[in-house]
């Protein structure tokens, strides 16, 4: 089945600054990579997706690059505001009613 | 903008007990899924259903979970004999085909 990696497991950075976190994948036929934040006690919230046809993504301050070869998959986040702060889970799946496998998530803190 | 509801957001039962956690999806959705999260854990797969019947379960979903859509807008999460390992949040999502799945708020389950 699905296994999904996700480094760092915490990330700090001062306001301003850029925050990447990056994702690992091991099934090739998993063609939908969305990625979640989730503020202390809350539901998780998807912030953005990407689909297997498409190479990257950007919404605003946030962007999503995807390497199938490679089977990774990355969240950028720029000029990083502190209500960034929260932990975001990246997930692997297909998207059609099948089984979403989550990354065991990242602490991003973003420092005043 | 529609929002997946859950009820009940904090459920206490004693070890042993059958609970029922309750959501209702997005109207126009035809995917639901439940998850778990162990609190400070990754969110957790259970099962996906899709047109009355269940598509996909993992390990987790063994024979005391089950899942039902009594109606046009319910969909259930069954546990009937609690332990105390399932003691967790439980999300419910729904999404549309070639859609994103957007999450409840939760349930909290304690079970003592």
């Known amino acids: 089945g699905e296994n999904v990696e996700q480094h760092p497991s915490t990330l700090s950075v001062q306001e301003g600054d850029s925050a990447v976190i990056k994702c690992t994948y091991s099934?090739?036929?998993?063609?939908?990579f969305p990625w979640y934040k989730q503020e202390l006690g809350k539901r998780p919230q998807l912030i953005i997706d990407?689909?297997?046809?498409?190479g990257e993504k950007k919404d605003q301050r946030i962007a999503v690059t995807l390497n199938k070869t490679a089977k990774h998959f990355s969240l950028h986040i720029t000029e990083t505001q502190p209500e960034d702060s929260a932990v975001y889970f990246c997930?692997?799946?297909?998207?059609?009613?099948?089984?979403?496998?989550f990354g065991p998530g990242t602490r991003l803190s973003v420092l005043p | 903008e529609p929002e997946v509801t859950q009820t009940p957001s904090h459920q206490v039962t004693q070890m042993g007990q059958e609970v029922i956690l309750r959501c209702v999806p997005i109207?126009?959705?035809?995917?639901f899924y439940w998850y778990r999260q162990i609190l400070g854990q990754k969110v957790e797969f259970l099962v996906s259903?899709?047109?009355?019947?269940?598509?996909?379960k993992s390990e987790i979903f063994d024979d005391q979970f089950s899942v039902e859509r009594p109606d046009g807008s319910n969909f259930t999460l069954k546990i009937r004999s609690t332990k105390l390992e399932d003691s967790a949040m439980y999300f419910c999502?729904?999404?549309?085909?070639?859609?994103?799945?957007?999450f409840g708020p939760g349930t909290r389950l304690t079970v003592t």
């Open positions: 990407i689909r297997s046809n498409v």
């Open positions: 997930a692997a799946g297909d998207n059609y009613g099948q089984n979403f496998v």
């Open positions: 109207s126009n959705h035809l995917y």
């Open positions: 099934d090739s036929a998993s063609n939908y």
């Open positions: 259903f899709y047109n009355n019947e269940i598509s996909e």
């Open positions: 999502a729904s999404s549309d085909p070639n859609d994103s799945q957007y």
